[in-house]
Nanobody
Framework: QVQLVESGGGLVQPGGSLRLSCQASGSIFSINVMGWYRQTPGKQRELVATITNGGRLIFADSVRGRSIITKHNRNNTLSLQMNDMRPEDTGVYYC???????????WGPGTRVTVSE
């Protein structure tokens, strides 16, 4: 399976924007569904957004309308543009194939997002 490395996190003020990126070690063309997942302390990893090769999009209620997920098969990356960010967006963001990801998925290191004044 491909290895995934997330980047683009950081500290952002409420109302700001971030663009997260996930670089795969190999081709993601044949992976029909990929998504972004978020983990916060004391909670299970939760779905943020997914995208299929057919263009079907799924967003968590908390980010719908202010997030864009894009799958770039040509350069094997998955991105997540988050706008109008809120403190509740804080967490470590991971990308993974599948919805839900399989139990044996190899998670990347994640990228930490902190939304705070």
């Amino acid at each position: 399976q491909v290895q995934l490395v997330e980047s683009g996190g950081g500290l952002v003020q409420p109302g700001g924007s971030l663009r997260l990126s996930c670089q795969a070690s190999g081709s993601i063309f044949s992976i029909n569904v990929m998504g972004w997942y978020r983990q916060t302390p004391g909670k299970q990893r939760e779905l943020v957004a997914t995208i299929t090769n057919g263009g079907r999009l799924i967003f968590a209620d908390s980010v719908r309308g202010r997030s864009i997920i894009t799958k770039h098969n040509r350069n094997n990356t998955l991105s997540l543009q988050m706008n109008d960010m809120r403190p509740e967006d804080t967490g470590v963001y991971y990308c993974a194939p599948g919805d839900p990801p399989s139990a044996d998925v190899s998670w990347g290191p994640g990228t930490r997002v902190t939304v705070s004044e």
